[in-house]
């Protein structure tokens, strides 16, 4: 399983950007519906990884961290294989790389925090707000 993130970039203090995860599987037949997908974000200086959103395979649980909370937006399109992360009133401490990581967890309700217990990550795409 591949993952690629994009649509990162330079926006200033308040602005807004969409960044997209496309999900390739090696053979066809394999969903994007069984999958939890979670963004995550590693800011410059800091030694973890931060959990941003995450939506679970069945779409019905999202979890927001709160310093995202009401400002961001989680959303998945199956059929395409991508998942969104709408980031609206965007601050200078939301500089980051962004990534998007993917497993099978057990039931389709999970959402897992933890960046670590993902088997599948793809490359981060870099966002910088500008104050």
């Known amino acids: 399983v591949q993952l690629q993130a994009s649509g990162g970039g330079l926006v200033q203090s308040g602005g807004s950007l969409r960044l997209s995860c496309l999900v390739s599987?090696?053979?066809?037949?394999?969903?994007?519906?069984?999958?939890?997908i979670g963004w995550f974000r590693q800011a410059p200086g800091k030694e973890r990884d931060e959990v941003v959103a995450c939506i679970s395979a069945s779409g019905s649980n999202i979890y927001y961290a709160d310093s995202v909370k009401g400002r961001f937006t989680i959303s998945r399109d199956n059929a395409k294989k991508t998942v969104y992360l709408q980031m609206n009133n965007l601050k200078p401490e939301d500089t980051a790389v962004y990534y998007c990581?993917?497993?099978?967890?057990?039931?389709?309700?999970?959402?897992?925090?933890?960046?670590?217990?993902?088997?599948?990550r793809g490359q981060g795409t870099l966002v910088t707000v500008s104050s």
């Open positions: 990581a993917t497993d099978i967890f057990g039931g389709d309700d999970v959402v897992e925090l933890n960046p670590t217990e993902y088997s599948f």
């Open positions: 599987f090696p053979r066809s037949g394999l969903r994007l519906d069984y999958y939890t």
